[in-house]
C-alpha cells in the first residue's frame, strides 16, 4: 500500500517529523524561508540559478524506496505542461506554467517502480521564481482548487486534429504535509478515463513553497484506479535533499 503523503484519508503528523523537517531548514543554505506563511509576496530572496536548482534535484538513476528517478527524454518535462484548462482558472492544476511571469529556471525529474511498470509514476518539478512570483502561483493553486471543486476540461494537443479533451469530474483539497518550506497544498483530482468513459482515474498533487521556489508533486498510475498518494518516499527524498544541498 502506497503511504503518500496527500491522500484523501489522513496525513501525518509526527512531531518529530516535523523538527527534523524544521532543523534541515534552519541549517540549510538554500532555503529562503523568508516568505510569510499566509503566501504573501516575499520581497527578498532571489531565485536560485539553473546549476542551483540541477545540484538540489534528485538524479537520474537515484534510487528512493521501490522507485528510481528518470528524465522526460523525450518532451524535457511532463506532456501536462502543454495543456490547457477551462475554465482558464484551473489553468494551475493543469500545471504550474505561466506566461506571466514563469519560472527563471526548472528541473524535471520521473520516478517510478522498475518492477512496476504500471503502477504510481510521479512527476517531480522544481521551479525557482523571481521575488513574489511563487508566491502568487501557490495563491493561483489556491484559487483554482476553490473554483474547481466541481470538475474542469483539460485539452491536450495543439491543433484541432490532434487535440483530446479530458474531463476533470472533482477536485478534492486534501490536508498538505507539514513542515516544509513556508506553504504547501495537496489535491486530489478525479478524471474521467480519455480511453474509457465510465472508468475514473485519479491523480494527487502536492506543492511546496520555499523561499522564491516550487516543488512540486504530481503522482498517476496507469493501470490502478487510485494510487493512493503522493508516495511519502519521493516527497521526502526531494525535500532532504533541497535543504541540504548548496551549490
Do not use: I
Amino acid at each position: 500500500m502506497n503511504k503518500g503523503y496527500g491522500k484523501h484519508a489522513v496525513v501525518r503528523t509526527m512531531a518529530g517529523a516535523l523538527c527534523c523537517a524544521a532543523a534541515l531548514t534552519a541549517c540549510a543554505g538554500s532555503a529562503d524561508l523568508s516568505g510569510p506563511a499566509d503566501g504573501r509576496p516575499a520581497s527578498g530572496p532571489r531565485p536560485l540559478t539553473q546549476s542551483a536548482l540541477n545540484v538540489r534535484a534528485l538524479s537520474p538513476g537515484e534510487a528512493v524506496g521501490p522507485y528510481r528517478t528518470g528524465e522526460f527524454t523525450v518532451s524535457g518535462g511532463p506532456l501536462s505542461d502543454g495543456y490547457s484548462a477551462t475554465p482558464s482558472a484551473c489553468q494551475p492544476l493543469v500545471g504550474l506554467t505561466s506566461v506571466r511571469g514563469g519560472p527563471v529556471a526548472q528541473v524535471h525529474r520521473r520516478l517510478g517502480d522498475p518492477a512496476k511498470p504500471q503502477g504510481v509514476a510521479v512527476a517531480v518539478q522544481l521551479r525557482a521564481y523571481e521575488a513574489g512570483r511563487a508566491a502568487e502561483v501557490m495563491r493561483e493553486l489556491r484559487t483554482a482548487g476553490a473554483e474547481c471543486r466541481g470538475g474542469f476540461a483539460e485539452r491536450r494537443g495543439s491543433t484541432a486534429g490532434d487535440a483530446v479533451t479530458a474531463r476533470y469530474t472533482a477536485v478534492q483539497k486534501l490536508p498538505a504535509p507539514a513542515g516544509f518550506g513556508d506553504e504547501a497544498q495537496a489535491y486530489r483530482l478525479s478524471l474521467r478515463d480519455v480511453r474509457d468513459a465510465g472508468r475514473t482515474t485519479y491523480e494527487y498533487l502536492t506543492v511546496l513553497r520555499d523561499g522564491a521556489s516550487l516543488l512540486s508533486f504530481r503522482a498517476e498510475a496507469l493501470a490502478a484506479a487510485d494510487p493512493g498518494g503522493v508516495p511519502k518516499d519521493v516527497v521526502d527524498a526531494q525535500w532532504e535533499k533541497w535543504s541540504t544541498t548548496s551549490e
